[in-house]
């Protein structure tokens, strides 16, 4: 998209210059401040006051030395930080990322979007986003253990239930959040509600652990029934095969679709039948080995060694939900000649820009992810409410309130988008309905933060 507000350029060319390598968190600001253009017009108290500059800054940074001992006993040092990025609507609150690639800008590029997104829940809550270049793939539960401890150890100081409050993210599953919660609690003698995600044992909300990937998929029923559609008999492609892949992909199912093919990192299964979720989650969840194993017990499947081909495959509707970026214009291309007609995210900002623009211009509808994948963290805000109040919910009376808040954030930023001049634009409508509410917090707090 061409910008032509000059001071919104200004802004984006001093962040490159300044921190020249962050590239994702480039590509995320720059799409959202370009959406923001006819609202600064209507609203010049968000330049007068400096909003979009102070808006970019994260409110604090902390960069930390996690060493660990592995089984062997041979020390290892990892790098953790935490990005606790906008607090103007509510405690910081977003996830913890372990995965190799882990750096500062993947971190402010996920804070960044999370702002927006958490407000777009309706929900109050800030924006914070975390984790460690630690790969948790083929250490040992025990490693594991040693490493979040180690984590834990110095995070502790820096979060809480009314300040902090992460979950997981990439390579942070229940597992993780156990050992993590489990040195809180340790360390601070306190039983709060500090993280979320948590093991239903011990203070975690029922449904939780489905919430993003249902949530997502109710969030594409929505856009489905505006066009008067439904996922009856529809084909859909899931990338990953992760937390919220496997939970989009079974809802998708519940609905009518047809899932043929999920990845993981390695390659790609297709299975013309169906793809059995129930295996997926053995593999993933119980076994924690790679999606390849899919296809000893399913014959027929076919196995790609390369996680894009998932893109290559015919499909109505396409729900990248492995990592940023991994669905680009060639791709992009590929979807749109094998006649797809939908493409929402459940990952953080896994289309290109490029991508995006394309599936516009075809009039693919595309849902973006600040909006699809908000399902995961509002929840997570009623398991701070379960904590607080000490009374438990029910799986169906989440599942209802999920629901609403889906249906919600689909008419909130549909509607922000027509008042704006940017029809069937839900990435100009979520950017611009999510900036509102932080925004007029801020100003209402005056600019010391
Ligand atoms: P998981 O760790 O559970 O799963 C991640 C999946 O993505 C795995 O299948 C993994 O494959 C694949 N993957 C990871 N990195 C890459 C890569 N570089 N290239 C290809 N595939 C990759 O994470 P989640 O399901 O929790 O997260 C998936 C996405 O959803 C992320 O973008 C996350 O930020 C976002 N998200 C998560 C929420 C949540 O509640 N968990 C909420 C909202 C968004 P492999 O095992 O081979 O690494
Ligand atoms: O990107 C995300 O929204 C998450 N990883 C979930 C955050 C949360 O606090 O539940």
Known sequence: MQIKNKNIKKIIERVVKKDPLEKEFHQAIGEVLCSLEPLLEKCPEYEDFAVLERIIEPERTVIFRVSWMDDKGKVHVNRGMRIEFNSAIGPYKGGLRFHPSV???????????????????????????????????????????????????????????????????????????????????????DFTGVLTGKGLSYGGLLARKEATGFGLIYFVREILKDKKDTFEGKTVTVSGSGNVAIYAAQKAIELGGKVVAMSDSDGCVFDSKGIDIETVKKIKEVERKRIKEYTKSHL???????????????????????????????????LIENGCRLVAEGANMPCTPEAIELFQKNSVLFGPAKAGNAGGVAISTIEMAQNNSHYPWTFEEVDTKLQEIMTNIYKNIKKASLDYGFENNLVAGANIAGFVKVADAMLAQGVSH
Not at 171 to 186: A, D, K, L, N, T
Not at 312 to 331: F, G, M, R, S, Y
């Open 300 to 334: 027929g499947s076919k196995y790609y060694e390369n996680c894009k081909g998932i893109w290559t495959i015919k499909t109505d509707i396409a729900l990248p939900c492995a990592t940023q970026n991994e669905l680009d214009e060639k791709a992009a291309k590929t």
């Open 103 to 189: 750096n500062v800008g993947i971190m402010k590029f996920l804070g960044f979007e999370q702002i927006f997104k958490n407000s777009l829940t309706g929900l109050p809550i800030g924006s914070g986003k975390g984790g460690s270049d630690f790969d948790p793939k083929g250490k040992s539960d025990t490693e594991v253990m040693r490493f979040c401890q180690s984590f834990m150890t110095e995070l502790q100081r820096h979060i809480g239930p009314n300040t902090d409050i992460p979950a997981g993210d990439i390579g942070v599953g229940p597992r993780e959040i156990g050992y993590m919660y489990g040195q809180y609690r340790r360390l601070r003698n």
